[in-house]
């Protein structure tokens, strides 16, 4: 998983995105960060195939779920937890998009734990030496290991001096290996955009252009399923088959050497392809705007011939006429003649004499106590 920021371009804003799925997506990344195109923010240290693999590499990440230590090699591809506290800070900010790519439907898996299928092969089957090569022919065809096989196994890693206890024949009756229908794969994919929101890039498998083999064919079937689930759970679908067309397969796998994996000097191609498909989706998604407030209807529109004739109709309103003087004997005995004398004649003596003046006029007017009988 890579989380990264785009950076602004004259068609849109700044974006941040977060990157499920192999080597194949990853590798071109990290070839774009180097060259300043993008931002890494975090990085987590599972890479996945499948879009189990992927929401079970979210829960990890996100602190919402546990995996036993001894499952460890076959996740993270190492016997120790890698620290993930800073990818779930970083995860819990948001995105504004997620690009995954599912590139395989067969799942590793030992009881409800999903499982790398190259950890599987690299840490459980190489390192024995043939001594599990029965074993792997066996679960590869879809069905749970033979007693048989189970017990034959252990015996051959007993003669290795390889571990051969109740731990290791735990793990060889319980890895299965499935093939994942596609509404399988469909179900997940439409939990994943759910939980997570925003929008997302759902990349294919490769199938070579002209190669009308078994396992271009089937990766041809398992893309137009996954093209289906993605668009009904309104996310954008990439078939990278398109790139090996239009570069050609000398280029984008070296000379067809690999049909599983992109040929290094093709990876800036590929990862700029991948940006513009996290573009192509649009700008990031922006809150709702706030209802506007209620307003007064707004008047009726005036006309200005009819305004204008009947102002000429209309005569003239003279004005009010001016109120007579008010003597100062009609103002008597009131606060306001005090006030006004005050302000006349005291005013320009000080504040404090004016407002002594002031405050005998006031006392004047105050109600006299009844008489004592």
Not at 264 to 293: C, D, H, M, N, S
Request: glycine letters at 8%.
């Amino acid at each position: 998983m890579v989380v990264f920021e785009l950076p602004a371009t004259r068609d849109g804003g700044a974006a941040r995105a977060v990157s499920l799925g192999s080597c194949r997506v990853r590798n071109p990344l990290f070839v774009l960060r180097d060259r300043g195109l993008l931002r890494v923010l975090a990085e987590g240290p599972t890479p996945t195939h499948t879009a189990e693999e992927a929401a079970q590499a979210l829960d990890v990440f996100m602190g919402e779920t546990c995996l036993p230590d001894e499952l460890n090699r076959f996740v993270f591809e190492s016997d120790h937890r890698p620290a993930l506290a800073g990818l779930a800070r970083t995860l819990n900010q948001g995105a504004d998009v997620f690009m995954l790519e599912i590139s395989d439907d067969k799942q590793f898996s030992f009881h409800d734990v999903r499982l790398n299928q190259n950890f599987v092969s690299r840490h459980f089957v190489q390192p024995y030496r043939g001594a599990l090569l029965d074993w792997y022919r066996e679960i590869s065809r879809g069905k749970p290991a033979q007693e048989a096989t189970v017990e034959s196994s252990l015996e051959k890693l007993k003669a290795g001096g390889y571990p051969h206890d109740g731990a290791m024949a735990e793990l060889l009756r319980g890895i299965r290996l499935e093939r994942r229908e596609t509404t399988d794969t469909a179900a997940t994919l439409a939990a994943l955009t759910a939980k997570m929101g925003g929008r997302w890039v759902i990349v294919g498998p490769f199938a070579i252009p002209g190669d009308e083999g078994d396992v271009m064919r089937r990766r041809r079937l398992f893309s137009e399923g996954l093209k289906q689930a993605a668009h009904d759970c309104g996310a954008s679908f990439f078939d990278p088959s398109v790139l090996l067309a239009e570069h050609g397969v000398e280029r984008a796998l070296d000379g067809g050497v690999s049909i599983y994996e992109y040929a290094e000097a093709f990876y800036p191609t590929l990862g700029k392809a991948l940006i513009e498909q996290l573009r192509a989706v649009g700008p990031p998604a922006r809150a709702a705007a706030p209802p506007a407030p209620v307003s007064a209807p707004a008047p009726a529109p005036v006309s200005v011939a009819a305004d204008a004739e009947a102002v000429i109709a209309t005569p003239p309103t003279p004005p009010p006429p001016p109120p007579p003087p008010v003597a100062r004997a009609e103002l008597g005995n009131s606060a306001g003649a005090i006030w006004l004398e005050a302000q006349a004649t005291n005013l320009s003596r000080g504040p404090r004499k004016w407002l002594r003046r002031l405050g005998r006029g006031l006392r004047k007017l105050a109600p006299k106590p009844p008489a004592q009988t």
